[in-house]
């Protein structure tokens, strides 16, 4: 592909801390290379208003390969920008074209507060982990791998959802809010082994739980979780929640 | 979970929507099948028949009781999950995908909905309420064994009036487009999302529930009225 320089404009949400109102600032990407990635070209952009005296954007961003979860950006009302299946960090500039306005807005969600410019904070997905999404280890040697026979279909299922990454694109996406798709990635990764197996319908139901409480809606089955999910998690994985909600609370003994 | 804890989270809730959704379009189809009759050219004399049936038969009536009363309830959590799902995002965003990541049908149930809403209580006005409340005219036909109130006639005359034709077909494009997702929504709430099955469950959500049935139901005011 060639490669092009171009000129941006950039409309970006800025917000002192999370007491201030926030407002879009407008400012000028110059000299832009198609070849660089959509956070990189913040950096530049970052650098210029450090050398004007200004306070850089405050953006979260971590490993900047895809695979971290931290990156996070509302790109022209796309969570992660336009590209499907990529995070913004791996969203390269040559997805714009030169006199380009990018809108740059935060993930909206209540329940993902925004604590500067760009960054929100998505605490409250750590806790819904910690309502359910582990596994009980006993003490003592690991036991041969052999004695768990996995079928190989549900292993490969649990690998396809256990790739989400956590970065919040699915609330972010939701017209809801909703948590739907993180939370039944976390379930069904667990649901579908048999390591999974001795928490199972307390994990269903103690996640669902702790999802509610946080403040985040509910699924009305849009599939925009889905068209957005920078590691393209299944909406397959809600209908398993789904299922295994209902049949944990149809008969659990709690 | 005690069942007040599971009917009150945001997924209890939604099964509540979603299984009286699931019996309303299985109303949906008994409904259209008996309206039918009113096109038959026999003066009304099966379609009166039927409504006195439907009309005096016991089991029939607490049936449609419930079914008034499913039809409160499917809104009335529907709303309230739509009014809770709102305030989630307290602050909107400025620019909105629109169409490139979900289908306009799925983010329209509520206004689609309330729509329907509302044309249920128009039409249980127009007919419902005069065939139980008011005096009718009636008709003997021949063979019957005593008079029934005449429905079919007070159908033929609420839609010689255009605009109660046009409110109807308002009505039922509500109808469609509420149920070209609200079928296979409410299957994915119940768990029902299989290879094997999308298919089946999406040609009946879209050509049975969304196509078919509303212009069925559509079909019978335009045709009395141009009759």
Redesign the interface.
């Known amino acids: 592909m060639e490669h092009y320089n171009m000129n941006l404009t950039l ?1 970006v949400w800025r917000q002192k801390n999370k007491d201030d109102q ?1 407002r ?1 600032e407008t400012l000028q990407a110059k000299n832009i290379s198609s070849e660089m990635s959509f956070l990189e070209m913040f950096d530049v952009v970052n650098e210029e208003l450090i050398n004007e005296g200004k306070e850089p954007i405050a953006f979260d961003h971590d490993c900047r390969e895809g695979i971290c979860g931290m990156c996070s950006m ?1 790109i ?3 969570a992660h920008g336009p590209w499907n299946g990529t995070t913004t960090c791996q969203l390269h500039m040559r997805a714009f074209k030169d006199g380009d306005t990018i ?1 740059v ?1 935060p993930w ?4 993902f507060p925004v604590i500067k410019d760009l960054t929100v904070d998505r605490s409250a997905f750590d806790r819904i982990i910690e309502a359910g999404g582990y596994i009980s280890v006993n003490t003592g040697n690991a036991q041969d791998a052999n004695c768990l026979p996995v079928d190989k279909n549900k292993a490969d299922l649990a690998f396809a959802a256990a790739a989400c990454i956590g970065c919040g694109a699915c609330v972010a ?1 939701c ?4 948590a739907m798709l993180f939370v039944s990635a976390k379930v069904s990764q667990l649901a579908l082994l048999p390591q999974g197996q001795p928490e199972r319908q307390t994990r269903a ?1 103690n996640m ?2 702790q ?2 409480k946080e ?10 979780c889905e ?2 999910c920078p590691k393209e998690i299944s ?2 994985n ?6 295994e ?2 049949a ?2 149809f008969s ?1 003994e ?1 | 979970m005690k069942w007040s804890q599971f009917f009150n989270t945001s997924i209890g809730k939604k099964l509540l929507v979603g299984a009286t959704g699931l019996f309303l379009c299985s109303f949906v189809i008994v409904h259209l099948a008996g309206n039918f009759q009113l096109l038959y050219n026999d003066e009304g004399k099966a379609f009166n028949a039927y409504a006195a049936f439907m009309g005096h038969n016991s089991l029939i009536q607490f049936i449609a009781w419930g079914l008034k009363i499913v039809i409160l309830l499917h809104a009335f959590i529907a709303l309230q999950l739509t009014f809770s799902n709102r305030a989630a995002r307290p602050v909107k965003y400025a620019v909105n995908p629109g169409n490139q990541t979900s289908s306009w049908f799925s983010r329209q149930m509520a206004i689609m909905g309330s729509i329907l809403l509302v044309f249920i209580v128009i039409h249980l006005v127009n007919f419902w309420g005069k065939f139980h409340y008011t005096e009718m005219p009636t008709r003997t036909y021949e063979g019957s064994i005593e008079p029934l109130k005449d429905l079919y006639a007070l159908s033929y005359e609420t839609f010689k009036n255009g605009w109660l034709v046009v409110l109807y077909v308002i009505g039922m494009i509500g109808l469609s487009f509420h149920l070209i997702h609200g079928f296979k929504s409410a299957c994915q709430t119940f768990g029902l999302n299989h290879k094997k099955y999308n298919g089946l469950l999406s040609f009946i959500g879209i050509w049975v529930f969304g196509i078919a049935i509303p212009v069925g139901f559509a079909i019978i005011p335009v045709v009395i009225y141009f009759k």
């Open positions: 409309k926030g879009f509302h022209n009302g796309r809108t807005e909206r969600a209540g329940a996406a017209k809801n809010s909703s139901l669902v739980a999802m509610d403040g985040f809606g509910s699924c009305t089955n849009t599939g925009a068209a957005e909406l397959t809600i209908a398993r929640l789904n299922r909600f209902i944990a609370g659990s709690k």
